[in-house]
């Protein structure tokens, strides 16, 4: 059978099942995945997390704890580097031991994430959060449904 004809039979299966069914349209969850880092204290170059993003998708839900004496303050910085090194970035000044960095940010498949620390008094301890959702094509949807569809009309 060749590929349109199978196509067409496809199609026609999901027409089918609709109307049994009384389903327009399929839901499903997408869990973020968490992304995390520790290191025990603050490295030369004050680069204490490094991240490279694998798709296209937002990032959400950042935050950080330290050890040591932030009431005096450490400087943290977020950038975002993109294939073609465009760079958005963001700094604050932090002053608890846990905190949210409000690095809320869509992201493209091949950005790099850099976070930096700076202080005058030692930092230890220092954990690193985040969330990441990747973005679904509906392309990859449709394949996947279309398959499980015509799977279902084969074995009636």
């Known amino acids: 059978m060749n590929k349109v004809s199978e196509k067409v039979k496809s199609d026609a299966a999901i027409k089918r099942l609709k109307r049994r069914m009384g389903v327009a349209k399929v839901s499903s969850y997408i869990t973020p995945f968490p992304v995390s880092n520790f290191i025990p204290s603050i ?19 950042s935050i950080m ?8 303050g450490a400087e943290i910085r977020a950038e975002i580097k993109s294939i073609t090194d465009v760079v958005v970035g963001a ?18 498949a091949g950005d790099r994430l850099i976070i930096s620390l700076t202080s005058e008094v030692e930092i230890t301890n220092i ?13 990859e949807v449709m394949s996947f449904l279309q398959a499980e569809l015509a799977q279902l009309t084969e074995e009636e």
């Open 65 to 72: 704890y330290a050890e040591g004496e932030l009431k005096k």
């Open 127 to 139: 954990w690193v959060a985040f969330l990441w959702l990747p973005k679904v094509k509906e392309t």
């Open 91 to 108: 700094g604050m000044t932090i002053r608890k031991n846990f905190g949210q960095l409000g690095l809320d940010q869509q992201v493209n």
């Open 43 to 61: 490295p030369p170059d004050g680069v204490i997390m490094r991240y490279m993003f694998p798709g296209a998708g937002t990032i959400s839900n």
